[in-house]
């Protein structure tokens, strides 16, 4: 059974950190590429950043590059999001993503809220 399982999410005061988790299972981890979405009321899902099967290459949203890091553990089957100054306009939910161009899978996990506020 496929699981990605997302952890991590709170509430944070603007200029605050977080680090997110999403735990794999279920599925050969070290080859899919790993994503980390998230969704505002109201507004699109949009990708935040990516990371390569073996964590060679990573993509960030321009809205987040400098202050947030992806980066996983193939050990661990685990991907992870460094989210640094955050911002209220950060607030969202973040959704873990796994895909696997090759074959056409890919799983979603259920989602941890982000909340950024004082």
């Known amino acids: 059974q496929v699981q990605l399982v997302e952890s991590g999410g709170g509430l944070v005061q603007p200029g605050g950190s977080l680090r997110l988790s999403c735990a794999a299972s279920?599925?050969?981890?070290?080859?899919?590429?790993m994503n980390w979405y998230r969704q505002a009321p109201g507004k699109e899902r949009e990708l935040v950043a990516a990371?390569?099967?073996?964590?060679?290459?990573?993509k960030y949203a321009d809205s987040v590059k400098g202050r947030f890091t992806i980066s996983r553990d193939n050990v661990k089957n685990t991907v992870y999001l460094q989210m640094n100054s955050l911002k209220p306009e950060d607030t969202a939910m973040y959704y873990c993503?796994?895909?696997?161009?090759?074959?056409?899978?890919?799983?979603w996990g259920q989602g941890t809220q982000v909340t950024v506020s004082s």
């Open positions: 993503n796994a895909i696997r161009r090759v074959s056409g899978y890919e799983y």
């Open positions: 279920g599925f050969t981890f070290s080859t899919y590429v």
């Open positions: 990371i390569t099967s073996a964590g060679g290459s990573t």
